[in-house]
């Protein structure tokens, strides 16, 4: 059991945080406040997209003992993480390392539970100009932001951070075992030495918990949000990077990059020779993307958009243009990976990001991600008025009377850990089920060999009735036709991700548990763990599987499959939250996380 001593310690050494920090953007913070009606209040809902008329209620998939052809490469369950925008890092996570949010850890250690661990990037547009203030900032915060320069959507802030940012991390992997990823300034070239001091101290504080360093952030849009000249092109990126590189002296593989989102394509970095010039200092090659775009004015009707978040193909086309570039990272010894993503740029889609929706879209688009190759997939965390958020602390003028707010994708997340557990060997294959029909999908994860777990999406929300667009998957291992062996297991294990609707906002359930409903949770599940256990038929060597619409169903083969995922546990290690009802609440002005990076972007698809 871990020590929880810094956490008791919470009710006499939280401190309020004081609203003084400048709003650059157009958003009125009073307002907000005074309505409370923030984007995670938003109660938009959109018409959910028609039943397809051919729908099909029944299909046959035929697994292999052994293995099948065109699975993906192993992963572990730390896949689907979070990434934070710096800015915004010490609201959701604590301000201190004795001041660390006991929500936030609860939120870490359900994932770790299952999955083993959690993954967490910090970075975003406000590292490339941030700056390491070893002596604390003038205000006394962890951090502290400044008007900014550059002409991004997103009004991105000049942030300035302490050593305390760090520790906090670091306090955090005691807890929980969160690794992370740190982005390094890059725009300044270390002129002043500041990306050198933040590397260093990144490398000494957070050890065996940093994954890798991030150099850059989407550097294909620097010219256009005027970071670099008006011509910044690739040679000059090349450039760039070769001159940190030396100047950082970084000899071994940490590094990941080159996190473009919009106008280069990582074939055209890959193709000027990136990953041969790096080769030495790079671990992981990296892309950011989101599948669209709300940051164009005026803003897009989120109805139009319904359909691309309830489709297989959709989720699909979202990975197709990055596998040849994983095949070329995995053949020179990198890992590839999604540095940010989520629903949609600039916060995301009202009535789709926060909806039940987004939890089915984001469980195929892990699998996905799984099955292309992808180590990691980070899911971005903005402020406090984005739709996308996985979780989000209440607004400043509630804290005393709500909880924080759990978005539904936050359930995908838990889903895919449990999905792809804790041996780190996990291997996924889309299996193309009902000719890879568009309105569902379906997965098979395997371990050493074994088929351990399979994974069905049921996107069709029904108005025939409530079980009219219910399917039912049927699967063999072996036997059958395959001339092998039949190893069908005699029983398996469900679990169901439902909700009434499509467009459910809260009171979600994952196996019968939920966070309830909004700004009521303190990041532990409530509620009694239903697992339901179905009888195969052993005659035929078939297992069947009911898949309600609409809904996601996690299907253990295995009893070791349930228990090396901790689908069986009831509760995770939990973090007392008793101190965030009193006066020692450590608050953030509402108006620092409205402005936060992640809830505005730039125009290209794929940009925060």
């Not at 953007?25 to 984007?39: H, N, P």
């Not at 609201?91 to 359900?110: H, Q, S």
């Not at 080769?279 to 992981?284: A, G, S, V, W």
């Not at 803003?299 to 070329?328: C, F, G, I, M, W």
Request: glycine share 8%; charged share 15%; aromatic share 10%.
């Amino acid at each position: 059991m871990r020590s929880k001593l810094s956490l008791l310690l919470f009710a006499s050494l939280s401190a309020f945080v004081n609203a003084e920090v400048t709003v650059y953007t157009s958003a009125t913070g009073s307002a907000a406040l005074a309505q409370y009606t923030v984007a995670s209040t938003d109660q938009t809902f959109l018409n959910p997209p028609a039943p397809p008329a051919d729908f099909n209620p029944a299909f046959f998939v035929q697994l292999y003992d052994g293995g099948m052809t065109g699975m993906g490469n192993p992963v572990s369950g730390g896949l689907f993480g979070f990434s934070i925008e710096l800015s915004v890092a010490a609201m959701l996570m604590g301000e201190k390392p004795a001041v660390i949010r006991p929500e936030f850890l609860n939120y870490c250690a359900l994932l770790e539970a299952r999955g083993g661990s959690v993954t967490i990037r910090v970075g975003g547009n406000t590292q490339d100009k941030a700056t390491l203030n070893m002596d604390g900032n003038p205000n006394g915060h962890t951090i502290q932001k400044y008007k900014g320069t550059d002409a991004s959507k997103t009004e991105t802030p000049e942030v300035h951070f302490t050593p305390d940012l760090l520790l906090t991390m670091a306090e955090i992997s005691k807890l929980v075992n969160a690794n992370w990823f740190f982005g390094i300034p890059f725009v300044n070239s270390n002129a002043d030495g500041n990306a050198a001091l933040v590397l260093q101290q990144a490398r000494s504080t957070l050890g065996q918990n940093l994954l890798g360093l991030q150099l850059a952030n989407e550097p294909d849009l620097y010219s256009i949000n005027q970071k670099k000249g008006p011509n910044y092109a690739i040679p000059d990126f090349m450039g760039d990077t070769s001159y940190m590189v030396q100047n950082l002296t970084i000899t071994e593989p940490i590094l990941a990059g080159p996190s473009v989102c919009c106008f280069w394509s990582i074939q055209q970095l890959l193709d000027a020779g990136y990953l041969n010039w790096f080769q030495q200092q790079l671990k992981y090659i990296d892309v950011m993307h989101y599948p669209d775009n709300n940051c164009a004015q005026p803003k897009p009707d989120p109805q139009t958009k319904y359909a691309r978040y309830v489709s297989h193909h959709e989720v699909q086309n979202l990975v197709a243009p990055y596998l040849a570039a994983s095949n070329a990272a995995v053949l020179a010894g990198k890992q590839f990976m999604m540095m940010e993503t989520n629903t949609a740029s600039c916060g995301g889609f009202p009535g789709i990001s926060d909806s039940f929706a987004s939890a089915l879209w984001a469980a195929d688009y892990a699998m996905q991600m799984a099955y292309g190759n992808f180590t990691y997939g980070l899911l971005h965390f903005g402020g406090q008025n984005v739709y996308y958020n996985p979780f989000t602390p209440p607004p400043t003028n509630m804290t005393k009377l709500r909880k924080w707010n759990t978005g539904p994708i936050f359930y995908a997340q838990l889903i895919s850990a449990e999905a792809l557990g804790k041996s780190g060997n996990a291997r996924v294959i889309d299996l193309g089920v009902d000719n890879n029909s568009d309105n569902r999908a379906g997965y098979a994860i395997y371990e050493n060999g074994i088929a351990s777990r399979m994974l069905f999406v049921n996107y069709v929300q029904p108005t025939a009735g409530p079980n009219a667009n219910d399917y039912i998957a049927t699967f063999a291992v072996g036997g059958a036709q395959t001339g092998l062996p039949s190893v069908t297991p005699a029983t398996i294990k469900v679990k169901y991700l439902r909700a009434d609707s499509i467009n459910s906002k809260d009171n979600i359930t994952w196996a019968g548990q939920t966070f309830g409903s909004q700004f009521m949770s303190d990041g532990r599940l409530q509620g009694d763990l239903e697992i339901i256990e179905i009888q195969c038929n052993t005659a035929d060597g078939t297992c069947s599987v009911p898949v309600p619409g609409p809904s996601v169903a996690l299907v253990f083969l295995t009893d070791s499959a349930v228990e090396y995922s901790g689908a069986d546990i009831t509760q995770a290690e939990t973090f007392a939250t008793t101190v965030t009802t009193g006066n020692s609440l450590p608050t953030m002005d509402q108006a620092a996380l409205m402005s936060s990076n992640g809830r505005n972007g730039s125009d290209p698809l794929g940009s925060t």
